[in-house]
């Protein structure tokens, strides 16, 4: 099939035929084996797993197993892996002298992103993308020290000191305890937050071919490695109608909250296309009838904020909600609540700063954008991804000299 589709690719290329689809509404750019979903029924799967099992029942570390490798780890894949991502937890000291570079006011989604293509300036070895031998560890180094950097940007941000990785804590445990804890009073591990954390991040672990995850494969296809790949994932994640929506959504209800909490106003404001405001948070390419990944995400925050106590901004949220989809316009155009409108409440809740609820997002999906990465590397068939055009422009004109132009 894949010769097929080769075949008539070439045959397009030979007579200049070229199909055109913007924003690639229907358009696959690739066969993939690793998400499954369908937007018309809220259905989404990883390897064939329901997001709704992961969520109960795995930790980040074991989807991110399953996504990269295609299976559930057994107890002794399991433990490799484990064991690969808390040896390769710390960066490299003269990593460090970085974070002075940037003002104490750069985003960290500007930070996270040089500081992983920097990485590659650290593991030469990880250029050669041929070298089948190396990829496990520069996968283990990538996820590892993602979360490493992006503690680290969190603490340089607040004039704070850093704080080294622990081998003795988990995934999750151990990025709480670099982002929370301070010399004077170290960071004491909740389970019940730990646990809502790992659910957080195996929600945004991979959705097929979304723009930061096309961008990984289109960027990795010119064998570009796996650290400057995933970078320039993390930037195209960064804009505010992809994963930069969750902090948006956050400014937003507190917008809402400040202006007397009118969630109508608000309505009627992102109704009409004159006021280029739309609700933060709704709507979605692929989902039309809603989005699992929110609906579990609710729930998680009603949990979360029983526990940290009442947010007024959930109220707003929620209100938000129930006037959207009384009205016509959101239910004819099938605007639902996606991931990101109930994610920051959380984050929020757990004492993260708005400016890093997109890194969360990143640190999230990081295993899914390294599973598509290496399902493009292991297809012998991956060509250089290099979409056509349809040029408007003119057809010919001649050069004018510049005193010659009126
Ligand atoms: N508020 C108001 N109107 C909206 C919204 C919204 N959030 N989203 C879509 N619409 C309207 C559009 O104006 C358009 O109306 P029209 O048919 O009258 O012109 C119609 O719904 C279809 O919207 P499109 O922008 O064409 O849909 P598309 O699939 O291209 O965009 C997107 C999807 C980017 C998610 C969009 O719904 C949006 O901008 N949402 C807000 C940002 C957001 O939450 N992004 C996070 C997405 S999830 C993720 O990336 C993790």
């Not at 603490?155 to 999750?172: H, T």
């Not at 994932?233 to 992809?242: M, R, T």
């Not at 809603?290 to 979360?304: E, G, H, S």
């Not at 707003?316 to 239910?331: M, N, P, Q, R």
């Amino acid at each position: 099939e894949n010769e097929k589709a080769i075949d008539i690719a070439n045959l397009r290329a030979k007579t200049g035929l070229v199909t055109i689809d913007p924003a690639f509404m229907n358009t696959a750019s690739t066969k993939s084996a690793i998400t499954y979903l369908d937007g018309e029924q809220g259905i989404l799967r990883y390897r064939g797993i329901p997001i709704e099992q992961l969520a109960e029942k795995s930790t980040f570390v074991e989807t991110s197993y399953l996504l990269i490798y295609g299976h559930l780890p057994d107890k002794a894949e399991l433990t490799r892996f484990s064991t690969l991502l808390t040896r390769h937890s710390l960066i490299h000291e003269d990593m460090k002298h970085f974070f002075d570079g940037f003002p104490s006011t750069a985003h960290p989604m500007a930070v996270l992103s040089s500081m992983v293509c920097s990485l590659s300036s650290y593991y030469p070895d990880a250029l050669d993308v041929d070298n089948k031998d190396l990829i496990d560890i520069t996968i283990a180094r990538l996820l590892a020290k993602v979360r490493t950097i992006a503690a680290f940007a969190y603490k340089k941000s607040i004039g704070q000191p850093f704080v080294y990785p622990r081998n003795s804590l988990r995934y999750c445990a151990n990025f709480l305890n670099m982002m929370f804890s301070v010399p004077a009073e170290p960071y004491e591990i909740d389970p019940e937050i730990e646990k809502v954390l790992n659910i957080l991040l195996i929600l945004h672990a991979d959705h097929e071919q979304n723009c930061s995850t096309s961008t990984v494969r289109l960027v990795g296809s010119s064998k570009a490695n796996l650290f400057a790949s995933i970078s320039a994932g993390i930037c195209a994640l960064w804009g505010p109608l992809h994963g930069g929506a969750n902090q948006e959504v956050i400014q937003m209800l507190d917008a809402i909250q400040r202006d007397g909490g009118d969630v109508s106003k608000y309505v009627a404001m992102a109704k009409d296309k004159t006021s280029n405001f739309r609700l933060m948070g709704f709507g979605h390419r692929v989902y039309k009838n809603f989005d699992p990944r929110a609906k579990i995400i609710k729930a998680c925050a009603d949990q979360v904020l029983a526990k940290k106590g009442h947010d007024p901004l959930l109220d707003i949220a929620k209100g938000l909600e129930e006037a959207a989809l009384k009205d016509s316009y959101f239910v004819e155009r099938k605007l639902y609540p996606n991931v990101d409108f109930y994610s920051g409440i959380i984050y929020r809740a757990l004492g993260f700063p708005t400016n890093m609820f997109t890194v969360l997002f990143a640190l999230g999906r990081l295993p899914g954008w390294i599973a598509h990465w290496k399902e493009m590397m292991d297809d012998p068939q991956t060509k250089i991804g290099r979409p056509r055009q349809v040029y408007t422009g003119p057809t010919l004109q001649n050069y004018v000299p510049l005193d010659q132009r009126s």
